[in-house]
């Protein structure tokens, strides 16, 4: 079993949509839970994360995170067509030293 | 340039080519990390230098594949006998201090094996 599973998509919204992702993960010993945004030919940069459970809200963008069902969720409120890109959730492992990525779900919010 | 930097971006070598991939982190980060992305899926972590040493090898594929980090800024990855399989992007990314939770990636290194 993978340790991070994730839809691949593709996912196609409207513009204004409110965008669902999500991600699951094996071990619960995991306390760190990421998103990063990566454009098509750029390297992936993080957009948020959350320790241990709970929710965290940056602007449209809020994450959750599930413990009891080791369940990871992005929501993208009013989406942009700026937001079209690929939405990789990752754990952090290793003693803090490693991210283990999901593969990524590719997003597209057309006009 | 304030981020981090990948030479060169792309990179065509035949079949059991040798070959050095390059990465410059952002001044001051002590702690730098490879990652390998193939088509379609998320990085996979290769290896991670606190300073000058590998703290973390263990996604080195096998023995064809080595990196360094000589005075703890710039590290080179570097592949041998390049096989086909080896095609991906090599992503590169560091961190003000190891464990930090926030890792900058470069725009990574696309290498095709032919």
């Known amino acids: 079993q993978k340790e991070v599973e994730q839809d691949p998509g593709p996912l196609s919204v409207p513009e204004g949509a409110i965008v669902s992702l999500n991600c699951t993960y094996s071990?619960?010993?995991?306390?760190?839970f990421m998103w990063y945004r990566q454009y098509s030919r750029k390297g992936p940069e993080l957009l948020m994360y959350?320790?241990?459970?709970g929710n965290k809200e940056d602007g449209r963008f809020t994450a959750q995170v599930d413990k009891s069902s080791k369940y990871i969720s992005l929501f993208i409120r009013d989406s942009q067509p700026s937001d079209s890109a690929t939405y990789l959730c990752?754990?952090?492992?290793?003693?803090?030293?490693?991210?283990?990525f999901g593969t990524g779900t590719q997003l597209k919010v057309e006009l | 340039g304030a981020g981090v930097s990948q030479t060169p971006s792309n990179k065509v070598t035949e079949k059991g080519k040798y070959v050095e991939l390059r990465c410059d982190p952002i001044?001051?980060?002590?702690?730098l990390y490879w990652y390998r992305q193939s088509l379609g899926q998320g990085p996979e972590f290769l290896i991670y230098?606190?300073?000058?040493?590998?703290?973390?090898d263990s996604g080195l594929p096998n023995d064809r594949f080595f990196a360094v980090r000589p005075e703890g800024s710039v590290s080179t990855l570097k592949i041998q006998r390049t096989e086909r399989g080896d095609s991906a992007v090599y992503l590169c990314?560091?961190?003000?201090?190891?464990?930090?939770?926030?890792?900058?990636f470069g725009q990574g290194t696309r290498l095709t094996v032919v």
């Open positions: 990314a560091s961190s003000l201090t190891p464990g930090d939770t926030e890792a900058f």
């Open positions: 071990n619960s010993a995991f306390q760190y």
């Open positions: 959350t320790y241990s459970s």
């Open positions: 990752a754990i952090l492992t290793g003693g803090g030293n490693k991210l283990t």
């Open positions: 001044s001051g980060h002590t702690a």
């Open positions: 230098f606190q300073g000058t040493g590998a703290a973390d």
